[in-house]
């Protein structure tokens, strides 16, 4: 069974259309990257698949249940979706550990002394232990988003949403925020990633969708989409790599 199916979602803001009929799967353990130009809806479908946004119709099934329903526990489903975004979204007032400790404490319900442990672990992975007792201020860029990684580790994700996760650091800070999301894609960590980073995302994806203004162009396992892309996703490789 796949972990996601997304099926013939839409969205539209004030009247335009943003996402028109986009429709695909994952299956656990797979990184999907989602490209396309700028407004062609790429956040907007990562904002409604852990219900930041609500789609105007379609379905969202996430291990077969339908996350769209009334009934469904929005905290409890972001939890299990989980999303790392561009600007970090780290609190400025908290230590690297409580940014890490809050959501479980808050969300899982976690003791102290388990958000802790856990907490250090997953910023060891990401090689910020050291980094613990810093408040977001004092680190660069690249660090801020390893720490958001290592945050969105904390809760256990089935799938980690990662929104332009280098769009905001330099080339240094970028290589930094890259190879920790491949040490995740070796140990079969599920993820959906969007991003400019086209040779990365290449690299590091099983599957690619492109998306143009709003729909579904191509969505093909990744050597496959390189290999033989649509015409439309070819002239946008073709831009994105002389710029």
């Known amino acids: ?7 013939n979602l839409k969205k539209s803001f004030d009247g335009e259309s943003v996402l028109e009929d ?4 994952l299956e656990k353990g797979d990184c999907l990257a989602i490209l396309g130009n700028s407004g062609s809806g790429k956040s907007t479908l990562l904002r409604c698949i852990n219900l930041l946004e609500r789609p105007d119709s379609g379905t ?13 526990n ?23 550990l409580d940014n890490c400790m809050l959501a479980q404490r808050k969300v899982l319900r976690r003791s102290k002394e388990e958000a802790r442990r856990i907490s250090l672990e997953n910023l060891a992975k ?56 491949s040490s995740l894609r070796e140990e079969g960590v599920t993820m959906i990633l969007v991003t400019h980073q086209i040779e990365f995302a290449r690299n590091i994806s099983s599957k690619t969708l492109f998306l143009h203004q709003g729909k579904v162009d191509l969505c093909a396992p990744t050597e496959e989409a390189f290999l033989h892309p649509s015409p439309r996703f070819a002239e946008f490789l073709k831009v994105e790599r002389s710029l």
């Open 1 to 7: 069974m796949s972990i996601l199916t997304v099926s």
């Open 22 to 25: 986009v429709s695909f799967t």
């Open 60 to 72: 969202i099934l996430f291990e077969g249940e339908n996350i769209l329903s009334h009934s469904a």
């Open 74 to 96: 929005e905290n409890r489903l972001r939890s299990r979706i989980n999303m790392v975004f561009q600007s970090f979204n780290l609190f400025a007032n908290m230590s690297v």
């Open 126 to 181: 990401v090689g910020l232990k050291e980094k613990c007792d810093a408040l977001p201020s004092t680190l660069s860029g690249g660090q801020k988003q390893r720490v958001a990684i290592a945050r969105s580790l904390c809760m256990n994700p089935e799938i980690i949403l990662f929104d332009e996760p280098t769009s905001a650091l330099d080339p240094m800070m970028v290589a930094e925020v890259c190879n920790v999301m």
